[in-house]
């Protein structure tokens, strides 16, 4: 016959190791989202959509260029195609040197505002911009030409593609009754931060921004671009 104790203290300590058990399993399931969020922006960057032939002998060099969290579209700050002096005055000052190329990238208004660089990074801020928390902004910097930049790439965009990323930049500010963008504060030297529309999130980032940016240029591009990978990994099979 069993000792009373031990057979009493059996299920105890089986209830107890369920318990355990399913504590570890709720506290897996963030990483197993993040797993499974990481795979399919993967699987989309090795199948990315292709884009159109580029007839895009005699148009300006176009660059892309990307760090391992984020993404800018970089095009000459003169364009017979537009006025960037007229929608970017802060950036884009009448003096401002022949040849610079501006920096376009979309995300959370306050990451840009908190974070001038890298090692500035707080998780806080970092986690009110996936929640959606602020406002976005499209932050244009003057830049010189990025030939030598061993994070960007040239584009051959014709004048159809160079348009519709035209449209795509200007269709991301919000703009004040007047039709004009609305510059917030932040910036140093040649750069300044506008209002945009939309929410930053995990289903669009800075580089989702990019890869709709890719797409209306008619390039190759990646439909589900969280990461920077999802912009690069597709253009790298384009030929030079």
């Known amino acids: 016959m069993p000792d009373p104790a031990i057979a009493a203290g059996t299920p105890r300590r089986g ?9 570890l399993a709720l506290a897996a399931l963030p990483v197993l989202a993040v797993l499974v969020f990481l795979a399919i922006a993967v699987g989309f960057a090795l199948l990315p959509a292709g884009g159109r032939a580029q007839q895009a002998e005699g148009q300006p060099v176009l660059y892309l ?25 802060a950036v884009v000052p009448p003096d401002l040197q022949d040849g610079a ?14 974070t001038p660089r890298w090692a500035d990074t707080r998780l806080s801020t970092a986690l009110a911009a996936l929640a959606g928390q602020h406002d976005t902004a499209l932050r244009v910097i003057a ?7 061993p994070d960007c ?5 014709d004048e159809q593609g160079r348009l519709a990323l035209i449209a795509h930049i200007r269709a991301s500010l919000a703009l004040d009754a007047a039709g004009r963008p609305q510059q917030r504060a932040g910036g140093t030297g040649l750069e300044a931060y506008y ?21 209306a240029a008619g390039l190759p591009h990646a439909r589900f671009a969280p990461f920077s990978f999802g912009i690069t ?3 790298a099979r384009q030929a030079p």
Do not use: K
């Open 15 to 23: 209830l107890a190791a369920r318990g355990l058990c399913l504590i």
């Open 65 to 89: 260029c990307a760090s391992l969290a984020h993404s800018d579209i970089v095009m000459p700050s003169r364009d017979p195609l537009v006025d960037w002096g007229a929608l970017f005055p």
């Open 101 to 114: 190329y501006l920096a376009f990238g979309w995300g959370d208004l306050v990451f840009f505002q908190e």
């Open 143 to 149: 830049v010189n030409p990025p030939l030598a930049n």
């Open 153 to 157: 790439r040239p584009l051959a965009v």
């Open 195 to 215: 209002l945009a529309t939309g929410r930053y999130g995990p289903q669009r980032t800075c580089n989702q921004w990019t890869a709709e940016a890719l797409a």
């Open 233 to 235: 990994w597709p253009l």
